[in-house]
């Protein structure tokens, strides 16, 4: 509760003008806030959608030209499979062939594919491993050198795949190198074709087929399709074995969308995007060769362009925001133009220019109080000139007259004692009462200011005691003390010495034994105290209240210079500050007195 009539405070202190813009933008900020969050949330599923279908497209395009690449080595190896001169070939005895392989060309027609090969360039190798003991037929681009023998292959996982799939393609990589494969000397890394050709009733094995094609155009088809450095592809066969990668990808997460719980998930006739781990994963599988594409796309990415449909939102709000500041502006001082006049002339009136008349050009509430105001001005003014003037003139001339008889007899006893001691010697002492002497004339003058800084009343108070010192030798003693930071802030001139004088002429000058005089400066709360004691006669608290709180009337009723100075004190005080002062006095006969003097803390 508190803090709301905090706020309420603040707004009612705000410039109407402020008010006014506040108002426009406390109507505008919502709204803009709304049409943000709607521009957004349609800029967000327009984004996930155009990009999802994006994606789908890459991973669409991917699985189809990997399956073109497939299709050429499907092609090839269904030509085998029902080519009658190849099948009858394969079934006849080996005793009936040379042991060279031209009977290849002479007896069916192979020969052609070495024409069709010089197109697709990215079959690399073609082997054909009959099963009654022919030689095998071979056709190599890249200069891979084969094994001969099909005996040597029946331990290979290639060839056993072959026969588990009965018939079917089985796909898989083989790295370059030499290494116990098809190949006694592989030149490239090599995507290859594999599947046992049988007869008609699948009763009898006629041939292992091979077809190697080059690894790196399907690796750079997948590489193509990515888009980003830490997107990844992997590309499987129709019976979920690996054969092609690209990119990054995150092997867990590949794993566990493999598993059947996340297989059910992957609908084979479609494309689908599968949200897991941190990955956007899109699927497509190709319904000529059996190929599996699963494409990797981090939500980082995502997230990335996701954010990038804020800043629309984001800077057509800041534009107009903006936009609004001078419409506000304008609209504002256009319906306030005679309040900002108003409070202008309000502003110098404060400052001390009483001669604020304010154009009066409107009928409505605004004009009825620059009118009103106006009055105001005149009324103040004349009451000014009348009695404000004349009062501060004759306080003015008080202090003057206060500065011009500080006690004569007082100046007599100083000259006085100057004299003797100067018959007796001439000395530091002598000296330096004469410079306090010089000093205390000085600031009492001080260019006739009426206002001083803290430092030289406290200067005009050391000077005094001195003097007095002198006159009373040992029977006075003083101490002056004040915070350094108060030094610098400025008070009316003779607002302490008068107390002080006081002190010693009223509290200390008629006891043999003296006393002592303490004046103390501090800084409280921002207001400058000054404490004058002593230890003299006192008096009674109700005379002390008396010449504290005399009627006007009787203001000069006492021929003591102390009433006066205390009344004068108090009246300038009041000048100066208002009720925005204190000043005290505290006293008892016999115990001494104490004065307190509390003044707003002031530069100049």
């Known amino acids: 509760m508190e803090k709301l009539k905090k706020l309420y405070r603040s707004l009612a202190n705000m410039k109407i003008s402020y008010k006014m813009t506040g108002a426009i933008y406390l109507v505008l900020l919502p709204a803009l806030a709304l049409c943000s969050i709607i521009l957004f949330s349609v800029n967000y599923r327009t984004t996930m959608e155009e990009t999802s279908a994006l994606y789908e497209r890459f991973t669409q395009n991917t699985s189809n030209e990997i399956g073109y690449l497939q299709r050429d080595a499907i092609d090839i190896m269904t030509y085998f499979t029902v080519n009658d001169d190849v099948n009858l070939l394969l079934r006849r005895s080996p005793k009936d062939f040379p042991r060279n392989s031209l009977f290849w060309y002479e007896e069916t027609s192979v020969g052609f594919l070495e024409n069709i090969l010089a197109v697709k360039s990215h079959i690399k190798t073609l082997i054909i491993y009959p099963e009654n003991g022919l030689a095998p037929f071979y056709i190599s681009r890249d200069s891979s050198v084969h094994d001969t023998a099909l005996s040597s292959l029946h331990n290979l996982t290639e060839y056993e795949n072959a026969l588990t799939a009965q018939g079917d393609i089985k796909w898989g990589r083989i790295a370059s190198g030499k290494q116990q494969s098809l190949y006694l000397l592989n030149k490239t ?29 399907f690796t750079d088809i997948c590489s193509d399709a990515l888009q980003e450095d830490n997107e990844g592809i992997v590309v499987l066969d129709s019976t979920g074995q690996e054969f092609v990668r690209s990119g990054s990808i995150n092997d867990a997460v590949f794993a566990d969308i493999q598993d059947s719980s996340s297989q059910q998930q992957m609908n084979p006739d479609d494309n689908i995007m599968l949200k897991k781990d941190g990955y956007y994963i899109f699927y497509s599988r190709n319904e000529i060769s059996g190929v599996q594409v699963y494409y990797f796309s981090p939500q980082e990415n ?79 003014r004349v009451l000014i000139d009348k009695n404000y003037v004349m009062a501060l003139r004759e306080r003015e001339s008080e202090l003057d007259a206060l500065q011009a008889q500080i006690n004569p007899h007082f100046l007599y006893n100083v000259m006085d004692s100057l004299y003797w001691q100067a018959e007796s010697a001439v000395n530091d002492e002598l000296a330096e009462n004469i410079l306090a002497f010089s000093k205390l004339f000085r600031l009492l ?44 802030y400025v008070i009316p001139k003779l607002t302490i010495q008068p107390f002080v004088e006081n002190a010693i002429v009223h509290g200390l000058e008629k006891q043999a034994e003296g006393g002592i005089v303490n004046v103390t400066g501090y800084i409280d709360k921002n207001y400058l105290m000054f404490v004058i004691e002593d230890n003299g006669a006192g008096m009674p608290q109700e005379e002390a209240d008396r010449i504290l709180f005399a009627a006007e009337s009787d203001r000069y009723s006492s021929s003591r210079i102390g009433h006066y100075a205390i009344r004068n004190i108090k009246e300038r005080l009041m000048l100066h500050y208002g009720d925005n002062y204190l000043l005290e006095i505290k006293s008892a006969p016999g115990k001494g007195t104490t004065v307190r003097i509390g003044i707003p803390a002031q530069n100049e």
């Open 189 to 217: 890394d090599k995507i290859v074709a594999f599947r046992e050709l049988y007869n008609l009733s699948k009763t009898e094995r006629l041939a292992f087929l091979a077809i190697g094609m080059d690894a790196s155009e």
């Open 302 to 380: 995502w997230t990335a362009k996701i954010q990038k449909t804020i800043y629309y939102p984001i800077a057509l709000a800041f534009v107009i925001l903006i936009c609004a500041i001078p419409l506000s502006t304008m609209i504002s001082k256009i319906i306030f133009r005679s309040t900002d006049r108003l409070c202008k002339s309000m502003e110098k009136f404060r400052k001390g220019d009483f001669s604020q008349q304010v154009p009066v050009t409107s009928k409505d509430e605004i004009g009825e109080l620059s009118r009103s105001f106006n009055e105001m001005v005149h009324d103040l």
């Open 445 to 488: 003058l001080s260019h006739g200011k009426s206002r001083i800084h803290v430092s030289q009343e406290i200067e005009l108070v050391q000077c005094y005691l001195q003097i007095q010192k002198m006159r009373f030798d040992e029977r006075i003693t003083y101490t002056v003390t004040s915070d350094d930071k108060m030094l610098n």
